[in-house]
């Protein structure tokens, strides 16, 4: 290890401890608010502004005061930042993480600081295992990828082609999907990757369509899902009888409307729809259109705005102690109403517990949404239950 980084990691450990004693509880989010990802980070921060509009700015007599910061969606400047703002600014939770190697490598500050870092995006089943200070309001990719492999072998498809993004998230939805649809009696015909920075949609594309399988399950991640459907409409696939399947990343509300007709009737399976039916969901989306001249929350959104509401209820439960440990134990076993429905803090595992809804891409009012048809309740990390 560098000195400087030694150096660092001392200073981590010698502030950590200081920040009880303060009025004001201070929130370092940190947001791929521009880069690839920047779509993840404009829905983040605007749930993040929302939850305190409706929630107030103060907390079991605290001032809550968010500090955002530009990751541009690189490890190495995330965890620079976290530094940062752990050392100079002594803030008391990390939060944001739009993707997986973001929120890995912030985790060991997180242990060595002792500081809750609450990961409002990044989907790696993995994640909540590189530290104990970490709690997950996201989701995993194995929490909808098992119950579509599951509705697929169902619903009569018996062949599928598998492709994901080279990394993390990608490498969970390929696995679990793969494993549980080989388990109920499927054939997977080929395991596709592509890159995740120059996503070239057009040699795998050739692939599926030679190997003519009954579907072709995908993820991509949030912000470029469309890319993906006009390279999949330009390949002629949408007219070759491979059915589109996917988690509900690649389906995504931030960017579905404008992915045109040819998404209709898509199959995906996912923790959050805009068309989710429910009194708080309406107000929510309501709300949110509302501040943010019209655009329509999406999954990452409802991470951050129940990422908020975890920090609210752990200080509300501590009385306003930002010890980190006592945050933690605060935060296990949380269980709240959100905007997409149920959700909990496994107190085992600090991940999320929430619905997984199998959707299919339809016309509402004019407009594309994911629309939910069936419910798979209280579902737990399917990776983290099978290691049990
Ligand atoms: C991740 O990097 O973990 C990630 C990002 C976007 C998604 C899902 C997972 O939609």
């Known amino acids: 290890m560098l000195r400087r980084e030694l150096a660092a990691i001392a200073a981590l450990t010698l502030v950590s401890s200081g920040a009880a004693a303060q009025d004001t509880v201070k929130i370092g989010l940190i947001l791929p608010m521009t880069g690839q990802q920047a779509s ?32 541009t969606g ?38 060595q600081a002792k500081v809750p870092e609450i990961v409002m995006a990044a989907g790696t089943s993995s994640i909540t295992e590189a ?90 991640p949030s912000g470029t899902g469309a890319q993906f459907v006009k390279q999949f409409v330009e390949r002629g696939l949408d007219k070759s ?3 589109l399947i996917a988690t509900g990343d690649v389906t995504d509300d931030d960017q579905l409307n404008g992915m045109g007709d040819v998404v209709l009737g898509v199959i995906n399976a996912h923790n959050y729809s ?12 309501d709300a949110f259109k509302k501040a943010n001249g019209g655009l329509r929350p999406n999954f990452m959104s409802v991470g951050g705005y129940d990422g908020m509401n975890l920090i609210y209820e752990a200080l509300k439960k501590t009385n306003g102690s ?12 949380t269980a709240w109403e959100s905007p997409r429905g149920p959700i909990s803090i496994d107190p085992d595992t600090r991940d999320i517990v929430q619905n997984i809804y199998i959707r299919k891409v339809d016309k509402v009012g004019g407009e ?11 579902v737990k990390d399917p990776v983290k239950a099978a290691k049990k």
Do not use: C
């Open 40 to 71: 993840t980070g404009k829905q983040i921060d605007a749930a993040v502004k929302l939850y305190q509009a409706r929630n107030g700015t103060t907390v079991a007599g605290k001032k809550v005061e968010v500090i955002l910061k530009d990751d």
């Open 74 to 111: 690189v490890a190495d400047v995330a965890k620079r930042l976290a530094q940062e703002l752990v050392v100079n600014d002594k803030v008391a939770v990390l939060a944001g993480f739009g993707l997986t190697p973001i929120a890995l490598a912030v985790a060991p500050i997180a242990t």
């Open 131 to 220: 530290s104990p200070y970490v709690a997950r309001t996201s989701f995993t990719l194995a929490q909808s990828s098992v119950p579509m492999a599951e509705w697929a072998y169902k619903n009569g498809i018996k062949k599928v082609v598998t492709l994901v993004s080279d990394y993390g998230p990608g490498i969970d939805a390929e696995k679990s999907f793969s494993d549980k649809f080989k388990a109920d009696g499927g054939t997977i015909a080929e395991n596709l990757r592509i890159p995740l920075r120059t996503p070239d949609f057009a040699p795998v594309l050739q692939k599926v369509a030679d190997a003519k399988p009954d579907a072709l399950f995908v993820f991509v």
């Open 241 to 243: 009888g491979v059915k």
């Open 274 to 285: 805009a068309d989710h039916d429910s009194a708080l969901n309406k107000a929510y989306v």
């Open 322 to 333: 930002t010890d980190g440990d006592k945050l933690m134990a605060a935060i296990k076993g």
């Open 368 to 378: 594309l949404y994911n629309v939910e048809f069936a419910t798979i309740p209280n």
